[in-house]
C-alpha cells in the first residue's frame, strides 16, 4: 500500500516549487546587493586585506 502511494506522488510539482525558491531568493540577494553604498562594497573588498576586524556596515 505504501508502495502505491509514492508511486502515485507526482514530484514535478516539488522541482518547480524549488526552483521558484531559488529565483525568489536570488532576486533578494541581488536586491540588497545593489543596494549597498558604493562605501560599504569597499569596505567588504577589503576585508581579506585588513588585518582589523570591523564590521562594514557602520557607517
Excluded: H, Q, W
Excluded at 536570488?26 to 582589523?52: H, V
Amino acid at each position: 500500500m505504501l508502495k502505491d502511494v509514492i508511486r502515485a506522488i507526482d514530484y514535478s510539482d516539488c522541482a518547480e516549487a524549488a526552483l521558484l525558491l531559488f529565483v525568489f531568493a536570488f532576486g533578494l540577494m541581488l536586491m540588497a546587493t545593489l543596494r549597498l553604498s558604493r562605501n560599504a562594497t569597499e569596505k567588504f573588498a577589503s576585508i581579506p586585506l585588513s588585518d582589523k576586524v570591523e564590521d562594514p556596515r557602520d557607517e
